[in-house]
């Protein structure tokens, strides 16, 4: 068992030769990989000072090793995180990432990613230390690592999203897109783009449309994923954008998602759904043509609260471009749970499902049923 082989792999990092050094480190990032029992024992095992010390004096094999396991380790672990940067491995890490041979660099990138995520102390920390260009540099030789790295550093802080677009990430990134397999920058692109019209424009005019709705189209499950993620921030606030999506042949491959995805996917399917039917009166019944309504509606009964809230902002959009859509709406069953979530649910669904039901109540002929619905739920 990996528990028993633990210490013994910590003690060839210690006082093992150099060859032997670098391959327990490889075995103990193995064992350390998504498996926070093991990695918590790797650590309480004293790994981490002897794998710093390897990060700084080892073979450059041996330095790619330790930067592997100390990665791995820090993953999803913010105390681990802390420990490792506490005993010495920025540094040594971040040179690696500027110095370090093909593949021991991506590996440097990686761990650094990883440190860094869910800590704002220690993505200032780690942007302190110049790591963008060479981050940067790596993303455009076709390093993933690289930009789960600036996906990290770019979560919900534009004045990082504006810096690494300016260090020339969003190009190589696009570029990255047509062999995504797990969606890597399909999600860093989806970080980029929110909340920025000029990052977006960039993003589209980079060409990121069609290798987007390919990866909907065919991608793994989690690519499919962070494509829909993407394209919901692209199409965020421009109809042009959004009618770019919509022409690129996105929605089918959207619809399906509601249909047959895992919950995530079902959330951000709806969710560019939403931003596609906005303000557009043909989408709007090119979504409701493509068999949209039924999957929606099964989500204001069965889905998550987020779930809910996006399923009712695509029916609110759809509801107020379309009497006739609105009628379908309501043909399709959506009063009741609609009017189920205001009673029960979070402040955000509760407002989402109140403007779809304003929606439907604009319409004369759709009224009476809102209002006998409402007073059957004892609203």
Avoid at 129 to 149: D, N, R, T
Avoid at 199 to 220: D, E, N, T, Y
Avoid at 268 to 291: F, P
């Amino acid at each position: 068992m990996a528990s028993d082989e633990i210490p013994s792999l910590v003690k060839l990092l210690k006082e093992g030769s150099d060859a032997l050094k670098e391959d327990a480190a490889n075995a103990l990032g193995f064992f350390a990989c998504n498996n926070d029992k093991q990695s918590a024992q790797i650590v309480n095992s004293g790994a981490l000072q002897p794998l710093v010390s390897l990060l700084k004096e080892g073979s450059e094999g041996a330095k790619g090793q330790a930067a592997y396991a100390l990665g791995n380790l820090a993953a999803s672990s913010d105390t681990r995180s802390a420990q490792i940067i506490k005993a010495g491995a920025l540094k040594p890490l971040v040179k690696l990432l500027k110095e370090g041979s093909e593949g021991a660099n991506k590996l440097a990138a990686h761990a650094l990613g990883s440190f860094a995520a869910n800590s704002e102390e220690r993505i200032r920390l780690i942007m302190d230390e110049g790591v963008l260009q060479p981050l940067v540099m790596l993303v455009k030789e076709g390093s993933y690592e690289a930009v789960y790295a600036l996906r990290i550093l770019a979560f919900e802080c534009e004045e990082r999203c504006a810096q690494i677009a300016d260090a020339g990430a969003l190009q190589p990134i696009v570029l990255l897109l047509k062999m995504d397999t797990n969606g890597q920058a399909a999600y860093a692109l989806g970080h980029l783009a929110a909340n920025s019209d000029q990052r977006s424009a960039q993003i589209v005019k980079a060409g990121a449309l069609q290798p987007l709705v390919m990866l909907l189209k065919g991608g793994s499950s989690i690519a499919m994923k962070w494509a829909a993620y993407a394209l919901g921030h692209l199409a965020a606030n421009s109809d042009q954008r959004s009618e770019q999506i919509f022409k690129s042949g996105a929605l089918h491959p959207l619809v399906t998602q509601l249909k047959e995805g895992s919950e995530d996917r079902k959330t951000w399917a709806a969710h560019v759904l939403g931003r596609l039917a906005m303000n557009s009166e043909e989408r709007s019944k090119q979504i409701v043509k493509a068999d949209a309504l039924l999957p929606l509606v099964a989500l204001l009964k069965e889905g998550s609260e987020e779930c809910k809230m996006w399923a009712a902002y695509t029916l609110g959009n759809l509801a107020a471009n379309s009497e006739d859509g609105s009628a379908q709406i309501v043909s399709a069953g959506a009063l009741k749970p609609l009017v189920v979530m205001i009673k029960n649910g979070s402040e955000d669904t509760k407002m989402a499902a109140s403007d779809v039901l304003r929606c439907l109540g604009k319409h004369k002929a759709l009224k009476a049923q809102i209002e006998k619905v409402g007073t059957l739920a004892g609203f």
